[in-house]
Antibody, heavy 121, light 107 residues
Framework: QVQLVESGGGVIQPGGSLRLSCAASGFTFSVFDMHWVRQAPGKGLEWVAGIWFDGNNKYYADSVKGRFTISRDDSKNTLYLQMNSLRAEDTAVYYC??????????????WGQGTLVTVSS | DIQMTQSPSSLSASVGDRVTITCRASQAISNYLAWYQQKPGKAPKLLIYAASTLQSGVPSRFRGSGAGTDFTLTISSLQPEDVATYYCQKYKSAPLTFGGGTKVEIK
């Protein structure tokens, strides 16, 4: 069965950097688009970034554009989110999610359990 | 960018009641709409995609409808295990925006 396991969260000072990882298993990682979605404490879901199956197209929410970079390593079945210039408002649980297809930016049919990022001095 | 507006933000209903949640897009999105259920402390779970197609394994008391700008999620007979927050999401073109969520509680 599909399994997505996020790691890399923690406490980081404002202005700092952090890289999240998502280890995927149970499906052919290289043929599916992947996404990061976050949820601030007590708030709703916010789509953060998506990457096509072939890595050639990447999309970002305006709130993170220019600061966050999504990438993937199909040889390791791993999705990444490099987060730079972190702000207090980036504090959230970050979920890795698998898209239903490849190359079409559709809905997310499997989710990890999330990793908490806290930006605080 | 297209905005997604859900209503109500919360509701309380009795077991067995019919519950309706609405989601409105600021521009027409055809049927590129998904619904998710998130229980406290858990990751979201896909319920419905393409506005009205039930994801495998989801109980048939959940029904989605709508197209264009107006969409509805209906729970035909509310069960205790349906206590959760429900989100709509538009897809197909980035950003893949979520609605603000509707928290469903038992009265």
């Amino acid at each position: 069965q599909v399994q997505l396991v996020e790691s890399g969260g923690g406490v980081i000072q404002p202005g700092g950097s952090l890289r999240l990882s998502c280890a995927a298993s149970g499906f052919t990682f290289s043929v599916f688009d992947m996404h990061w979605v976050r949820q601030a404490p007590g708030k709703g879901l916010e789509w953060v970034a998506g990457i096509w199956f072939d890595g050639n197209n990447k999309y970002y929410a305006d709130s993170v554009k220019g600061r966050f970079t999504i990438s993937r390593d199909d040889s390791k079945n791993t999705l990444y989110l490099q987060m730079n210039s972190l702000r207090a408002e980036d504090t959230a649980v970050y979920y890795c999610a698998k898209d239903r297809t490849g190359g079409l930016n559709t809905y997310q049919d499997s989710w990890g359990q999330g990793t908490l990022v806290t930006v605080s001095s | 960018d297209i905005q997604m507006t859900q209503s109500p933000s919360s509701l309380s209903a009795s077991v067995g009641d019919r519950v309706t949640i609405t989601c409105r897009a600021s521009q027409a999105i055809s049927n590129y709409l998904a619904w998710y259920q998130q229980k406290p402390g858990k990751a979201p779970k896909l319920l419905i995609y393409a506005a009205s197609t039930l994801q495998s394994g989801v109980p048939s008391r959940f029904r989605g409808s709508g197209a264009g700008t107006d969409f509805t999620l209906t729970i035909s007979s509310l069960q205790p295990e349906d206590v959760a927050t429900y989100y709509c999401q538009k897809y197909k073109s980035a950003p893949l925006t979520f609605g603000g969520g509707t928290k469903v509680e038992i009265k």
